[in-house]
Nanobody, 128 residues
């Protein structure tokens, strides 16, 4: 049974940076596509970024391209999301997700395709 545990959330002013971390256990995450999602209060869940260690391909939501960077550390079983130039509209609870697909695709973010495990989330608040 896979487990994912996020950390690194917090409150920063607009223009600031945060780095989210996701510790994976009980799961061969390096074989599969991993992703970050977020959900703001009163809004639907949104796919943010996805990456497969095996292929090296990354996918980003248009709203975060150029500001967020997803990365994987296979040696440490960690997934990261570096978030720069944060905006108030980035305020949300961020979730780490592991899929059962080797390859990430646009559907990973658009449809939460093949998500096998979810973390419990970490809250990010950006003040204007």
């Amino acid at each position: 049974q896979g487990q994912l545990a996020e950390s690194g959330g917090g409150s920063v002013p607009a223009g600031g940076s945060l780095r989210l971390s996701c510790a994976a256990s009980g799961y061969a995450y390096s074989t599969y596509c991993m992703a970050w999602f977020r959900q703001a209060p009163g809004k639907e869940r949104e796919g943010v970024a996805a990456s497969s260690y095996r292929t090296g391909r990354t996918f980003y939501a248009d709203s975060v391209k150029g500001r967020f960077t997803i990365s994987l550390d296979n040696a440490k079983d960690m997934l990261y999301l570096q978030m720069d130039n944060l905006k108030p509209e980035d305020t949300a609870k961020y979730y780490c997700a592991a899929t059962s697909s080797t390859y990430c695709t646009g559907a990973t973010l658009e449809e939460a395709y093949d998500i096998e495990y979810w973390g419990e989330g970490t809250l990010v608040t950006i003040s204007s």
